[in-house]
C-alpha cells in the first residue's frame, strides 16, 4: 500500500524544511543577530504537538507491525522507538531555550545553539534512517490491515500547517515557508 507511506514521506520533506528553516534562524543568533523567536517557537510547537503526537504514534504502531512480519528489523526498530523519545526530549529543552531567550533572560549562546544542533541532528538522522532502512521494508511487507491499524491510532486531523486549513497560528510560518519557496525557486534559476 503506498498512499500511507507517500503521507509519510511527504511529512518527511515537511519537517526537512522546517528544521532547515529553524536552522537559518539559529545560525543568525550565532552571528549575533536577533532571530526570530516567535517563528522558531512557532516550528517547534508544531513538530511537537503534529510530528511527536500525530506522526510518530503512527509511525510507532508501523514499526510494531513490520518487526512482526520481519523480526530481523528489531534493531532498527529500537533505534527509531529511542529516537522518537531524544527527539520529544530535546525539542522540549529546546523549547525552553527558546522561551528563555525570547523572554530576554540571559542565556548562553552556546545552550541555545547545542540544543538546536541536538535537535537537528537527531531529527534529520531519523528521517534518513526511516526512509532509507524502514520505508522500503513497510512497503515490502505491510498489509492493508497494517495500515489500517496505523490509521486508528491517532484520530485523523488535517495537518493544522501544510493542510488545506491553516491553523491561525501557523499562518506567519506558512507564510515565511511559501517566501522561502518563492526565493529558492528564482535562486535556481540564475
Known amino acids: 500500500m ?20 529553524l536552522e537559518e534562524h539559529v545560525a543568525a543568533f550565532h552571528r549575533g543577530e536577533r532571530p526570530n523567536y516567535d517563528l522558531m517557537s512557532t516550528i517547534l510547537y508544531y513538530m511537537r504537538n503534529f510530528g511527536d503526537r500525530v506522526h510518530h504514534p503512527r509511525e510507532d504502531v ?11 528489523m528489531q534493531l ?21 531555550r527558546l522561551n528563555e531567550a525570547e523572554g ?11 540544543a538546536t544542533a541536538t535537535y537537528l541532528v537527531y531529527y534529520r538522522s531519523h528521517i534518513s ?8 521494508r513497510a ?14 491510532t491517532v484520530p485523523a486531523s488535517p495537518d493544522p500547517l501544510f493542510g488545506d486549513n ?17 526565493v529558492s525557486r528564482q535562486d535556481s534559476t540564475y
Open 2 to 21: 503506498t498512499e500511507p507511506l507517500a503521507v509519510w514521506h511527504a511529512e518527511h520533506v515537511n519537517f526537512a524544511r522546517l528544521l532547515d528553516l
Open 62 to 72: 508501523a514499526y510494531a507491525r513490520l518487526v512482526g512480519r520481519d523480526p530481523g
Open 76 to 96: 532498527v526498530v529500537n533505534r527509531l522507538l529511542q529516537e522518537h523519545r531524544v527527539i520529544a526530549t530535546a525539542g522540549e529543552d529546546l523549547l525552553n
Open 104 to 114: 530576554d533572560i540571559m542565556i548562553p549562546r552556546a545552550a541555545l545553539e547545542a
Open 129 to 136: 534512517a526511516e526512509e532509507r532502512d524502514v520505508m522500503p
Open 139 to 152: 512497503a515490502q511487507l505491510l498489509t492493508q490491515d497494517d495500515w489500517a491499524e496505523v490509521a486508528a
Open 166 to 182: 491553516v491553523q491561525e497560528r501557523f499562518k506567519a510560518l506558512r507564510m515565511q515557508i511559501a517566501h522561502e519557496a518563492r
